[in-house]
């Protein structure tokens, strides 16, 4: 699983350099997601521009990843694709995070 992170505007942003987030990677991805978030500020940005798939697994990984991060600290998705989005929002976790339609948008916003 490759992420990449790099603070702006005060957020810590993570981007998935991967086109899936499914079972076969889920647990990589929440191991790599608490190593790139450990010393993260109060906002984290996951930047999932890259990503055309993603499954139930994928989906818990990144519900894992929020909850990782602690009341404190708020996770929030931007770049989505409409298959990526409709998974969001079929399973009503578009109501659980804050989705940015890109990454300036979350960090302008």
């Known amino acids: 699983m490759n992420l990449s992170s790099k603070a702006e505007n005060g957020a810590l942003v993570v981007t998935v350099n991967e086109t899936r987030i499914d079972a076969a990677v889920a647990i990589q991805f929440k191991d790599k997601m608490r190593e790139e978030t450990e010393d993260a500020s ?59 339609s890109s990454l300036g948008e979350a960090l302008a916003g």
């Open 42 to 100: 109060n906002r984290v940005v996951l930047n999932l521009a890259q990503v055309d798939f993603i499954d139930s697994s994928g989906l818990g990984a990144i519900v894992a990843a929020m909850k990782q991060l602690g009341s404190d600290r708020r996770l929030d998705l931007a770049g989505l694709n409409e298959n990526v989005e409709r998974v969001f929002r079929l399973t009503r976790m578009d109501t659980v995070f804050k989705i940015h």
